[in-house]
């Protein structure tokens, strides 16, 4: 059988989560010291570890038929390949940032600064469509200490936490673009590799549900069952099963993340005790 070739970063803030993806999919892999790639053991797959700035291209070019990198460098690099899902981590922005001693009012007083990036394309078409003329300065590295060094008045960076930031003297002013890892592919598959990525994407979004989702489990008087039912809207219809004491039934469903603490309180409000809530490994729909 022919392996779909996914390339992950070799190191950096998306690889622990790449991996940790690969794991939760049940993918078996063995990683050596200095790989450059891998064979699953499990699955048709193998895995080369390259630089994050690299992968559009080896995307592009068919030597990786898929891959995991940042929506940011995909809209940097502008190759032709498609994305196929997003994974939910290695969320970040990218935001300019300017001295804290600037005295900031709106977007019109970057015109005529000088901004350091590792991201001139999108830079200069945010700043396109704002109609503000700046000096785009293209710079690999550290960004942040630009301005301390006179290389330019402000950056335009990646920002997590905007700890970084904040240790360089700088504070964020506007944000171009919210990104996060992506499942990116090339156009080209064949249908076999296509076929692959396919069952691959079916494992990738069963976790994903999962993690987004609580199972919980109640015990509640019969003579309130219809009305806790109605105040907890899960995936599907909650199950209903029948307690030793006549008087009761267990409720089993499973509640979106976000909504998980405003039930919760909705049934604690309704006289409901026992509540189990439980992690959910995989949902397959």
């Avoid at 300065?137 to 970084?164: K, M, N, R």
Wanted: proline share 4%.
């Amino acid at each position: 059988m022919n392996k779909l070739k996914i390339a992950i970063q070799k190191s950096g803030r998306l690889y622990e989560d790449s991996i940790k993806l690969l794991k939760n999919c049940s993918i078996e892999i063995n990683i050596g010291i200095d790989k450059l790639k891998t064979t699953a053991i499990n699955f048709p797959l193998e895995i080369l570890f390259l630089r994050d700035d690299d992968i559009p291209q080896y995307l592009e070019d068919g030597i990786a038929d898929i891959g995991i990198v940042g929506k940011n460098v995909l809209l940097e690099k502008r190759n032709k390949i498609k994305i196929k899902e997003y994974l939910g981590f290695g969320k970040c922005r990218l935001s300019i940032a300017v001295p804290k001693s600037l005295v900031y009012k709106d977007i019109e007083d970057l015109n005529g600064k000088k901004i350091a990036t590792s991201y001139p394309y999108l830079v200069k078409k945010f700043f396109s469509k704002k109609y503000i003329n700046a000096d785009i300065h293209e710079i690999s590295g550290a960004a942040e200490i630009a301005p301390g060094i006179g290389l330019a008045d402000c950056i335009c960076d990646l920002v997590s936490s905007g700890t970084t930031l904040f240790m360089n003297g700088l504070k964020e002013v506007e944000t171009i673009l919210k990104s996060e890892a992506v499942l990116a592919s090339n156009l080209d598959l064949d249908s076999e590799k296509n076929n692959i990525m396919n069952k691959f994407l079916f494992r990738i979004r069963a976790v994903k549900k999962a993690k987004d989702n609580k199972y919980i489990l109640l015990n509640v008087p019969n003579n309130k069952l219809n009305k806790i039912i109605f105040s907890i809207p899960g995936i599907k219809s909650p199950v209903i099963l029948p307690l030793e004491n006549s008087e009761c039934s267990s409720v089993h469903t499973v509640v979106n993340e976000n909504d998980f603490w405003g039930i919760i309180e909705n049934l604690k409000s309704l006289g409901v005790q026992d509540i189990l809530v439980l992690p959910i490994e995989k949902i397959i729909l």
